[in-house]
């Protein structure tokens, strides 16, 4: 178990690029899931994948995001278009499943910083 | 009204002391809570979950879950200055969700202070 791992650690870049994170969940995690904390808060859902699909979207996302899990194993985040306001910690998270009491473990996290 | 609401504090207490965390939700159909520990500029970590009424005991920690009053707790025994971080509280959604996705909502967390 070697955790869940995330990619790139930190990003930055210009406004109205497009960025691309990367998250690996704990081996057969089947539900991977996807946040955004900025400085002072909790963090917020974004979206979550059941295996390869994507069940929920937050109404708070934009259409600028979007998410993909293929295979069912790693998942990919991508802004297009950064504004200033997606300069945040996006989180990725991953739990055995769905069931009272499932545990979330998170990765390390993509600081993502735009200038 | 704050789907969950915690003290953002600084909590201080002194070292070897219990600190006392707590948290209220809104959501009476929420279904598991969870106690995440978040150093500054790392990830949040996972301390201790629960699902039932009462208390659950891990080492020095201890959660408490009170479903009638909506209010979730977290006991520090013996607080060490490497407990000084944010704990954020976190709940599953509830009937406002449809209880099926296990998305995790949170506080703004409560950060603690140990002196030494």
């Known amino acids: 178990d070697t955790g869940v791992s995330q990619d790139p650690r930190h990003k930055i870049t210009k406004r109205g690029q497009n960025v691309t994170f990367r998250c690996d969940p704990i081996s057969e995690h089947n539900r991977l899931y996807w946040y955004r904390q900025t400085l002072g808060q909790g963090p917020e859902f974004l979206t979550y994948?059941?295996?390869?699909?994507?069940?929920?979207k937050s109404r708070l996302l934009s259409d600028r995001f979007s998410a993909e899990r293929p295979k069912g194993s790693f998942s990919t985040l991508e802004i297009q278009r950064t504004e200033q306001g997606d300069s945040a910690m996006y989180l990725c998270?991953?739990?055995?499943?769905?069931?009272?009491?499932?545990?979330?473990?998170f990765g390390d996290g993509t600081r993502l910083s735009i200038l | 009204q704050k789907e969950v609401e915690q003290n953002s504090g600084p909590l201080s207490v002194p070292e070897g002391a219990i600190a006392s965390l707590n948290c209220t939700y809104s959501d009476r159909g929420s279904q598991s809570f969870f106690w995440y520990r978040q150093y500054s500029g790392k990830s949040p970590e996972l301390i201790m979950f629960?699902?039932?009424?009462g208390d659950k005991e891990d080492g020095r920690f201890t959660a408490q879950l009170n479903k009638a009053s909506q209010y979730v707790s977290l006991l520090i025994r013996d607080s060490q200055p490497s407990d000084s971080a944010t704990y954020l509280c976190?709940?599953?959604?509830?009937?406002?969700?449809?209880?099926?996705?296990?998305?995790?909502?949170f506080g703004t967390g409560t950060l603690l202070a140990v002196q030494p």
């Open positions: 629960i699902y039932s009424n």
């Open positions: 976190a709940v599953t959604g509830g009937f406002r969700d449809g209880g099926a996705t296990n998305k995790l909502i």
């Open positions: 998270a991953s739990s055995p499943g769905p069931g009272i009491g499932q545990p979330q473990h």
């Open positions: 994948f059941q295996n390869e699909a994507q069940l929920e």
